[in-house]
């Protein structure tokens, strides 16, 4: 996928969102007034009127390279932007009408992206802010008498004519955008909706299983009775019938008896596993090639550091775990993924580099902690799961944001040897 250097939250989306409908705001703005100039021969300040447009581009400028930073957008940053926003529109008004300006009621603007997308605290208080500017133009202006000429050949005036061009752009930005900003949020909440769901019926498995398990041994004990009361019954049974009919119970209970060790027997493998002593290099590169078969659109790079051989345990949960981490690189970015392998006297290092768009700072702590993901899609459980695998085995899983860009994912794992 193409670089994008943050993981767009929900706040993050309806930033980019608003940076837009700014842009296409003060754009309008910019050519009504050098029409107004021009065309119409409004007589207007034009110095403190065009510094006010400049700083809200360069304001607008800056927040598409704010938008670059790693660091995710909160909705109290959200906020800021949207009273900057209502600070710029008290400024042009003032200069261009106050509360005769037909464009007045683009205040509704910014108050109803509030009410959609921020919290009902910061909602009010850009409610405030926009009434308390509004109300001081009725008072503090420089009016325009131009307004209230009419078109030639209709009984409509200018005034008229700019209300029904600020209705046009409010109801456009209103659908298009607050709409966007709206539905971002319920996707979030469907999102949260289904891990919510999916940790309960994980949880309500993990029951069942227990339950199982425990129902399994206790079973045990009365079955391993059965089978000596019937080998007590059959030395003193005196019909060769009854003795047929006590063979068979022997059997029925042995049969028992076989499929629950052989539950128990499967449970402790998957929940421990037979642990084998490998070479790391070559254990590495099958496990490489076994992701390569999943993934065949991956370029990567493998580069092994250290000297001589590393053993490592391993077991088949080893493998679905580094295989999860290289799926979550190649997910971010499937070109170029840099693996390098290394090892001092204690320890295997691997570290898995992607040119993906990094991990939003604000989760970074939680990863593998929890069902915390850093894809649209994700819901953190592979990452989770990982995690537990390889602490399992006296290792650690560790996710940093590249200085040039992506992830890079370090993991360690103990050796069993103490030679490089």
């Not at 009127?49 to 670059?68: H, Q, Y």
Request: charged residues 20%.
């Amino acid at each position: 996928m193409p670089q994008q250097p943050l993981a767009l939250s929900t706040p993050s989306r309806n930033l980019v969102l608003l940076t837009i409908a700014r842009g296409i705001t003060w754009t309008g703005f910019l050519i009504a007034i050098i029409f107004g100039i021009e065309v119409l021969n409004f007589q207007l300040y034009l110095v403190p009127i065009f510094l006010i447009i400049v700083v809200m581009g360069l304001f607008n400028v800056a927040t598409w390279w704010r938008l670059g930073w790693l660091r995710s957008v909160t909705e109290a940053e959200c906020l800021v932007h949207l009273l900057i926003d209502v600070i710029g529109l008290t400024a042009i008004f003032y200069f261009t009408g106050g509360s005769t300006n037909p464009v007045i009621s683009y205040y509704i603007v910014p108050i109803t992206i509030a009410a959609a997308t921020l919290p009902v605290r910061y909602t009010i208080l850009t409610t405030v802010t926009a009434f308390g500017g509004y109300s001081a133009l009725m008072l503090f202006y420089q009016p325009i008498p131009e307004l209230s000429r009419h078109i030639a050949g209709t009984g409509i005036s200018l005034h008229v004519l700019g209300m029904w061009l600020n209705f046009a752009l409010c109801a456009s930005l209103i659908t298009y955008f607050v709409f966007k900003m709206a539905r971002a949020l319920r996707r979030r909440d469907r999102t949260l909706s289904k891990t919510r769901e999916t940790a309960l019926r994980n949880e309500q498995i993990l029951a069942v299983a227990s339950q199982a398990a425990g129902t399994a041994h206790e079973l045990g004990t009365p079955l391993g009775t059965m089978a000596v009361l019937l080998g007590e019954m059959k030395e003193d049974a005196d019909s060769d019938i009854l003795r047929e009919d006590i063979t068979l119970l022997q059997r029925q209970v042995e049969q028992c008896k076989t499929h629950l060790r052989s539950l128990v027997a499967t449970a402790e493998r998957r929940r421990v596993g037979p642990l084998e002593h490998q070479d790391v290099q070559a254990y590495l590169e099958r496990v490489i090639e076994k992701w390569l078969v999943i993934r065949p659109d991956v370029t990567h790079r493998l580069t092994c550091l250290g000297r001589r051989h590393a053993i490592i345990p391993t077991d088949d949960t080893l493998q679905q775990a580094l295989l999860n981490l290289l799926n979550n690189a190649a997910d971010a970015n499937p070109q170029n993924i840099d693996i390098t392998l290394d090892w001092d006297e204690q320890q295997v290092i691997v570290d898995i580099r992607d040119h993906g768009a990094g991990v939003p700072m604000d989760i970074a702590d939680q990863l593998g902690q929890t069902f915390v993901s850093t894809k649209s899609k994700g819901m953190g459980i592979g990452l989770f799961l990982t995690h537990a695998t390889i602490n399992r085995f006296g290792g650690s899983v560790s996710l940093y944001n590249h200085e040039e860009g992506g992830t890079l994912t370090e993991v360690t794992l103990p050796r069993v040897d103490s030679k490089e």
